[in-house]
C-alpha cells in the first residue's frame, strides 16, 4: 500500500476536524476555525503537488468553515484562493468560486475588490470558456464597480473592452453608446485625451457595420464638434472615406482606402474583423445611396 501523501493526511485531519462533534470545551466556531485551518494546510500542499483540482476543492472546504464560522474576509479571501486553484484547468469551478468572492466583497462594501475579482471572471469568459457574452456583461459589471470606486480609468478600460465585445457579437448601437461614454470620460484629462480618436474610429466603424452612413455621418460631425481638432486625424479622415466608398457602392474603392490606412497604421485584429463586416455588407448592398 503507498504511504499516503502529506496533503492526503492533512486533508484526512480536516475532514475528521469537520465531522467531530464539540465537546464540553470548545464551541462549534473553534471547530470550523481549526477545521478551516487544516484545509488550509491542505490546500496548499495539495498545490505543491500540482494537483490544483484537489487544492481548489480543499480552499472551498476551507471557505464553507469560514463561513459558518462567520469570518467573512477571511471566507472571501479562501475563495479567492480556491479560485486561483481551479484556474489551472477548470475555469467553469473558478468562476463559481469568484463568484462566491464577490458575494462577501460586496456584502461588505468592498466594491474596488469585487471589481477586480468580476473583471478576473470576465478574462476566464474570454480566454478560457470562450463566451463572449458573458465576457462582456463581467466587463461592463466590473466596469460599473470601478467607476463607483472612482477608479475611472480602469472603469474606461473595462467599458473599452465590453463596446469591442458588443462588437463582436454584432450589437453595433449598444457598442457605439460605450465607446462614447469612454470617450467622453477620456475628454475631460489631459492624459487621456489622445486616446479619443480611437474610440470614435470604432464607434464610425460600428455604424458602418450597421449599414448606416447617414448615423456614421452625423456622429463623426458630433465628435468634431466636441474636438475642433478630430476632423484632421487620420482615423476621421479614414472613416469619411470609407463612407464616401460606401454611398458610391464602390468595393474597389473601399478595398484601396482599407489598404492606404493599413500601411501607416496596422489594422489590429478587432479593425479587421469589422472591416470585413462592412465588406460584406457592401458585397450584399452594392448601392447604398
Known sequence: MAPQSAAQSLLNKAEKKFNSSTGWFSSASTKYEEAGDLYQQAANAFKLEKLFRESGDCFSKEAECRERGNETNDAANAWWNAAKAYKQGYPDLAVQALG??????????????????EKEIAQIYLKEANDVAKACESFERAGEWYAQEDAQATANSCFKDAADLHADLD???QAIARYEQVADASLSSALTRYSVKEYWLRSGLCALAMRDVVTAKRNMARYGQLDTTFPSTREAKFVMALVEAIEAGDLQQFSTVVGEYDQVTKLDNWKTSILLKIKRTLDEEPDLR
Open 100 to 117: 462566491q468572492t464577490i458575494v462577501h466583497l460586496t456584502k461588505s462594501g468592498r466594491f474596488r475588490q469585487a471589481a477586480d475579482r
Open 171 to 173: 450589437q453595433f448601437p
